[in-house]
C-alpha cells in the first residue's frame, strides 16, 4: 500500500465524502501508527490494504460483513491485484531496494511515477469494493471497535489463514478507526 496521507481533519464535511471508501481509506492511513502498521501486515502475512480497509469500512457503515461476502469482495479485485497492483509494487521496490537499478540520476522519478501509478490502481480496486460494499444489507448487530476486530478477523481468515491470533497491527488500525469514529460522533 502506498496511500498519501490525506488531509488531517477529523471529520469529513460532505456526507458523501464521509461514508466513500477512498476518503475513508486516506484518513484512517494518516492516523497515528496506521500505515508502518498496514506495510507490516502487508509485508508479513500478504494481506491486501485496501481490501482490509474496504471491509473495515463497510463495518463502520453497519453492513453484513460474513466470510462469504468478504471472499466474494476479495475475488471481485484478485486478478485486479495479480496482473496491476503487485507488479508495479514489485518494479517499484525492487527498485528502491536494489542499488544497481539507481545507477541514473532520473529513476527516482521514475520510481515515484510507478508509485502513482500503484497508487492509482489501488484507487481503482477502491472504487469497485466501495460500490460492492455500498450493496451489501445492513448488520443487525451494533458498531463498536468489536466489530471491527472481527471484520479484520475474517479478512485476515482469507488471505492469512495460518496466523495465530488478530496481529496486534491489525488491532491497532481498529483501535485507531474506532478513535477516528468516535471523535467524529461527538463533533
Known sequence: MTM?????????AEKDEATALWPFMLKIYAAPGVAPACLRLQETYGLDIPLFL?????????KALDAAAIRALDASCAQWRQD????LRRIRTAMKSDASLAW???VPALREAIKAQELTAERIEAEVLDALIRSLPPTAGPGGEKPLQEAASLVLDLQAPDRAALPEDARHVCEALAGLEKGCAST
Not at 498519501?4 to 469529513?12: E, F, M, R
Open 4 to 12: 498519501q496521507a490525506g488531509p488531517k481533519g477529523k471529520c469529513a
Open 54 to 62: 474496504a471491509v473495515l469500512h463497510g463495518a463502520v457503515l453497519g
Open 84 to 87: 496491476v497492483i503487485h507488479p
Open 104 to 106: 541514473n540520476p532520473r
